[in-house]
């Protein structure tokens, strides 16, 4: 009788461990996805090369994160965007964010 509810309890738990790991990852890959942005901003509005900007954001972005920088009259945008690495939940939303940071003094383009 106990091996029976065992061998029903072991995959319920398995399946729920690994349920509550993918959500770990997925935030993890968030807060990545964040920093990666707001680093990349601040150093944008310093007036950095575009290509150190990109290094910058990808050294602390989720691999396979898309970069996007812009900037306008009044500041430098970096958008970052990492797909979820959950191959058995291929329904899951991308880790994105976007941060913006006003031009240093004489940095403006």
Not at 30 to 55: F, L, M, W
Request: net charge neutral; with cysteine.
């Amino acid at each position: 009788m106990v091996s029976a509810e065992l061998a029903l309890t072991i995959p319920s738990v398995v399946l729920v461990l690994a349920i509550c790991l993918t959500a770990l990852a997925l935030g993890v890959d968030q807060v990545r996805c964040e920093d990666a942005a707001r680093v990349a901003a601040r150093a944008a509005s310093r007036g950095e090369e575009t290509a150190v900007v990109e290094q910058l954001a990808a050294s602390r972005a989720p691999e396979g994160a898309r970069i996007s920088i812009s900037g306008d009259a009044q500041g430098a945008t970096v958008q970052v965007g990492a797909p979820a690495r959950a191959r058995w939940l291929p329904g899951l939303p991308a880790a994105r964010a976007s941060a913006r940071a006003l031009w240093e003094p004489g940095a403006a383009p």
